[in-house]
């Protein structure tokens, strides 16, 4: 499931690289820093859901000490 949320719109951001270029060659790094940008935009968000919802089960757990302690990782 996480290779196929960053696999797609990894595969959607280098078509729109290379629809840009319009027939004319792009430059090789632009694909690789799509591609680059997007897998961390996934991973973050990923990342801030786990987070969060530890976070969410911290304060429901009434654990203030603990919540705080995660609060500047997001």
Request: glycine fraction near 10%.
């Amino acid at each position: 499931m996480l290779l196929a949320a960053v696999a797609v719109p990894a595969a959607v951001a280098e078509r729109a690289c290379a629809r840009a270029g319009g027939g004319e060659a792009v430059a090789p790094a632009a694909p690789v820093a799509m591609t680059t940008s997007v897998t961390w935009m996934v991973l973050g968000g990923a990342s801030l859901r786990r987070q969060g919802r530890r976070l969410g089960a911290e304060l429901l757990a009434d654990d203030l000490a603990t919540a705080r302690q995660r609060l500047p990782t997001l």
